[in-house]
């Protein structure tokens, strides 16, 4: 299911120069303010779970993901050019997996890692809120990837439709509406950040770890399904 040519060529789009700069942008922000937090107020366990819920969990993570979901196949789609990959004799559950595990591994290095990093720049780990938060932000990345992927397949507008949906539902209503939170990756991925962290870590979520991870299994199962299903008829009109 996995093909490295296709991978290569993936993760060369990913990672040009304007596009590794804006994916190094964000975490670069977050290890810089972590720095200067823990200068001025020292470890504090309440600050950590503040900064890495606030800023990483509902900012840094799903616009990673929208970068990397979309960046994945929207722009061979837009400029045709994914045309010459369906004509290759390769599976189009192939195409759209590989590229799926190519834009979770980049979500993750540019948004769980430097997470886990700021965690311990914060507070050393203290109560496990450093792994929590990095291990939400994975689990957060493979839904990311999965859903905008699939935005990248259906509409030419993916990259603006995913930054309204991270920076207005995940990062305002999905933090701040309490209606809304339930359906909220970020609330789902904090469930497991929960569990991991324990009471003294002071990570909530909305939602119970079981329904939690069904969700975050079906978006990201769904997602990769009708993606896959989009590329088929991509196929089909190429041909006609």
């Known amino acids: 299911m996995y093909n490295q040519t296709v991978a290569r060529l993936t993760y060369r789009a990913l990672l040009g120069r304007r596009r590794?700069?804006?994916?190094?942008?964000?975490?670069?922000?977050?290890?810089?303010?972590?720095?200067?937090?823990?200068?001025?107020?020292?470890?504090?366990d309440a600050v950590t779970s503040q900064l890495l819920g606030g800023f990483a969990m509902a900012t840094m993570v799903p616009l990673i993901g929208v970068i990397a979901g979309t960046g994945a196949i929207g722009p061979e789609i837009d400029?045709?050019?994914?045309?010459?990959?369906?004509?290759?004799?390769?599976?189009?559950?192939?195409?759209?997996?590989?590229?799926?595990?190519?834009?979770?591994?980049?979500?993750?290095?540019?948004?769980?890692?430097?997470?886990?990093?700021?965690?311990f720049i914060l507070n050393g780990n203290s109560q496990q809120i450093a792994v929590a938060y990095a291990v939400a932000a994975a689990i957060a990345s493979l839904a990311y990837s999965a859903l905008f992927l699939l935005l990248g397949t259906v509409s030419r507008h993916a990259v603006v439709i995913g930054l309204v949906y991270a920076l207005i539902w995940e990062a305002l209503f999905g933090s701040l509406v309490p209606g809304a939170r339930a359906l909220s990756v970020q609330q789902w991925a904090l469930a497991l950040a929960e569990k991991v962290g324990g009471s003294g870590a002071e990570i909530t979520s909305e939602v119970g770890l079981p329904v939690a991870l069904v969700l975050l299994a079906v978006v990201t199962i769904g997602g990769t399904w009708f993606a896959g299903q989009k590329l088929r008829s991509l196929k089909l009109a190429a041909e006609e």
Do not use: W
């Open 20 to 44: 590794a700069l804006i994916l190094c942008a964000l975490p670069a922000l977050l290890l810089i303010v972590a720095g200067a937090v823990r200068g001025l107020v020292g470890a504090d």
């Open 79 to 119: 400029d045709g050019s994914v045309v010459y990959l369906l004509a290759k004799p390769l599976k189009r559950s192939s195409i759209i997996v590989t590229k799926l595990v190519v834009a979770i591994g980049v979500t993750i290095a540019f948004s769980a890692v430097p997470t886990l990093v700021a965690g």
